[in-house]
């Protein structure tokens, strides 16, 4: 009998939490996982039970990470693609920047994209036109996260909201999108 989803979510969550930790004191492609096991108190096959690479525990890490954000700023699913969510989105970039700045500083910018994307598209809709836009606004979006933590978070999440609706040109129009 496997372990309770809940416990297998605190398992990896501890995994990749040492895995942070570790980081903190040397360069992500020198940590082992038998590192990452010995710091997290579990067994190295717990880590291949759950996880194939390292960069897969940073994207869990950034994926829970907003999934409790979202549960505690009461964000829900069916609007999470209206131009008006952007500031939501900045402010928990902004939440958790330390962690973003560690993995943007290791070279793992496709941890915090794929995490990115799994939350923005977790099924498509079969409408083209409602594909395309959220496909264009997400990578807008992201690419403006993407050039914030390279400049080190310079702006605060409010300003990243106007420079969002400037460079949107939505300003005025708050055009939803569709997804």
Known sequence: MGASPKTTEFLKECMADSLLQLMK??????ITVN????????????WFRNFKTKNDAITFKLMQLWKRWKEEHRIDEAIRYTPENAGEFFLFAYSVKDILS????DGLQSCAYDAYCRV????????PIACYGTRFFAS???GLLDEWISRDFKETPEEMVQI?????????SRAEIVG
């Open 25 to 30: 004191e040397k360069s992500f492609s020198k």
């Open 35 to 46: 590192e990452i096991a010995e710091t997290a108190g579990v067994n190295r096959s717990t």
């Open 102 to 105: 560690a993995v943007y500083r």
């Open 120 to 127: 923005v598209f977790p099924s498509y809709s079969t409408n």
């Open 140 to 142: 807008g979006l992201f």
């Open 164 to 172: 969002f609706f400037h460079v949107m040109d939505i300003k005025n």
